[in-house]
């Protein structure tokens, strides 16, 4: 069954580094997004990617954030200066349409800044 | 203010026990409403979905869900858990006139099934 990829499962990295999770959608899918889940908390919006573009972001995805479709399978998260409080688990998505309103989640790369 | 809320954090039942999860929306319009499913170590899986018709849904692995709108609910159940059912159960929302299908998603339930 095709399923969404994410790498790494768990990274660890010391603050104002630069951080990329890496996805890898259902092949066949168009439409893109990334969640996070900080520890104990409820699982958020960062942003959706369709046609090679951002099509709506939340106020969580500031400029430290950007995401990038550099080739035909791989869709990244990249991080540019990390901050304590972007330790969470995050969550890759993928849907073929926007009829189903089914997600296919990915089981997440878990990210701890020190 | 728009939201979604599960009401209970940790639910603890016996396995064979009967299970219902609460799930309450606050739109002016009734979103598309789903339920997710978050083992240990896991992502996130579909368990069922709501957008019109039938308010009884069934999904995977026994559950259903009930649709009502008078209590703007859409609560889980399942008739006899297992042991299996032990995780984390998130309720989830597509608010009404989204374009980009972005889901808001309720606090999560924990649950514990005792043998």
């Known amino acids: 069954e095709p399923e969404v990829t994410q790498t790494p499962s768990h990274q660890v990295t010391q603050m104002g580094q630069e951080v990329i999770l890496r996805c890898v959608p259902i092949s066949n899918h168009l439409y893109f997004y990334w969640y996070r889940q900080i520890l104990g908390q409820k699982v958020e919006f960062l942003v959706s990617?369709?046609?090679?573009?951002?099509?709506?972001k939340s106020e969580i995805f500031d400029d430290q954030f950007s995401v990038e479709r550099p080739d035909g399978s791989n869709f990244t998260l990249k991080i540019r200066s990390t901050k304590l409080e972007d330790s969470a688990m995050y969550f890759c998505a993928s849907t073929a349409t926007l009829n189903t309103g089914e997600l296919f989640f990915g089981e997440g790369s878990r990210l701890t800044v020190l | 203010a728009q939201s979604v809320t599960q009401p209970d954090i940790h639910i603890t039942v016996s396995e064979g026990a009967s299970l219902e999860l609460r799930c309450n929306y606050s739109?002016?319009?009734?979103?598309?409403l789903f339920w997710y499913v978050q083992s240990p170590g896991q992502g996130l899986q579909l368990l069922l979905k709501?957008?019109?018709?039938?308010?009884l849904v069934q999904g995977i692995k026994g559950f259903e869900a009930e649709f009502k709108r008078s209590q703007s609910s859409f609560n889980l159940r399942k008739p006899s858990v297992h042991w299996s059912d032990a995780a984390e159960y998130f309720c989830?929302?597509?608010?009404?006139?989204?374009?980009?299908?972005?889901?808001?998603f309720g606090t999560g339930t924990r649950l514990k099934v005792l043998a």
């Open positions: 739109y002016g319009a009734t979103p598309y």
């Open positions: 990617f369709y046609n090679n573009e951002i099509s709506e």
């Open positions: 989830a929302v597509i608010p009404p006139l989204s374009g980009t299908y972005k889901y808001i």
């Open positions: 709501y957008f019109s018709g039938d308010t």
